[in-house]
């Protein structure tokens, strides 16, 4: 039986964002006990292991990047998640239809548009027009 990794932190609902934090709480754990381990090489011989403690200080500022740029993306993602619903609502209202009629359209234009459905999205906020690819 694997236990998680991480049992104190709550899980967000949202499968990308959990995978995505459990990664991030691997990388640091796993650098953690890099750290110790040459840490501990060092206390018993000095001069020996260097370059593993470069290795292991590369490990924690490229998980450090990591945590840096899931935090962005998971802003973005939010940030998208946000505009679609508010486009959802918006759309539905204007046309009186249904919540889901208007996800279908706005999921549907993108679509057909080989648009990303924020950016499908964000037009509805700005307006009705539904923008075509390259526009």
């Known amino acids: 039986m694997v236990s998680d990794p991480a049992p104190h932190m709550s899980r967000t609902g949202r499968p990308e964002v959990d995978d995505m934090l459990d990664q991030v709480v691997h990388q640091l754990l796993a650098a953690n ?40 993306r998971l802003q973005i993602s939010l940030a998208d998640e946000a505009a679609l619903n508010q486009a959802k609502g918006a759309l539905a209202a204007r046309r009186d239809i249904s919540v889901a009629e208007a996800s279908d359209l706005i999921t549907g234009h993108a679509s057909r548009h080989a648009l990303d459905v924020s950016v499908v999205a964000r037009a509805v906020l700005a307006g009705d027009h539904l923008p075509s690819a390259g526009s």
């Open 33 to 72: 006990l890099d750290l110790h381990s040459v840490l501990g090489v060092f206390s018993r011989q000095q001069g020996v292991g260097r370059d593993r403690v470069h290795a292991v200080i590369d490990r924690l500022d490229d998980t450090i990047a990591a945590i840096h740029h899931a935090g962005a």
